[in-house]
């Protein structure tokens, strides 16, 4: 596609349910990544997928957060048993070859956990 | 990690006015991105500037990486310019993290 595409824009949910949120990258970007922005925290990394693989997912802050990609191109990140904590923009970015490569974001999912 | 300093935090201006708005980051990087964040929430690139000036209409960015820091420039500021403008930097050795500033809260009045 044209740009990031992440789904679905917005996520309302319960404390305690899982949650599932998409991202669809720049056709033909092998990179991905995701962030996630919250009031205190400002901008963190997440993962960084190159390919199907994630050489790094040390930005994951616990073991309810997980995330996959499947045929090098979509993207789903995961969270079980969802805590109000949790509540933030989750925004996901892709580049061409990774590396140094200037990144470029989605209009990013806003989660809210009641 | 890498610390990645913005300032200023708040800017407020007329419209038409000029601003610079500086990123300092405490190690040597590859990659130095700045973005603006609307009021919707979008991050949009404006330049890709590891090293050296670039120049997009009223936007320009020099960044002096032997010195770690890096500037953007906004000439006759405009409303739609209103915003956060972040800086992230990125180093080789973290795989393609990038480490984002706190951002500059830019107003411009009419």
């Known amino acids: 596609g044209a740009g990031v595409s992440q789904s679905p824009s917005n996520k309302v949910t319960e404390k305690g349910k899982d949650v599932e949120l998409r991202c669809d990258p720049i056709s033909g970007h092998t990179a991905l990544y995701w962030y996630r922005q919250s009031l205190g925290q400002g901008l963190e990394f997440l993962i960084y997928f190159q390919g199907n693989s994630a050489p790094d997912k040390s930005g994951l802050p616990s073991d309810r957060f997980s995330a996959e990609r499947t045929g090098g191109s979509v993207s789903t990140l995961t969270i079980q048993r969802t805590q109000q904590e949790d509540s933030a923009v989750y925004l996901c970015a892709s580049s061409y070859t990774g590396g140094v490569q200037p990144q470029h974001f989605g209009d990013g999912t806003r989660l809210s956990i009641l | 990690g890498i610390q990645v300093e913005q300032s200023p935090p708040d800017l407020i201006l007329q419209e038409g006015a000029n601003s610079t708005l500086r990123c300092n980051f405490s190690?040597?990087?590859?990659?130095l991105q700045w973005f603006h964040q609307n009021p919707w929430g979008q991050l949009i690139n404006l330049f890709y500037?590891?090293?050296g000036t670039k120049q997009n209409g009223r936007l320009s960015a020099t960044t002096v990486a032997t010195e770690r820091y890096s500037l953007l420039y906004i000439s006759s500021s405009q409303t739609t310019d209103s915003g956060v403008y972040f800086c992230?930097?990125?180093?080789?050795?973290?795989?393609?993290?990038?480490?984002f500033g706190r951002g500059t809260q830019l107003t411009v009045w009419p």
């Open positions: 992230a930097v990125l180093r080789g050795s973290t795989l393609g993290r990038l480490y």
């Open positions: 500037i590891p090293s």
């Open positions: 190690d040597s990087v590859n990659n």
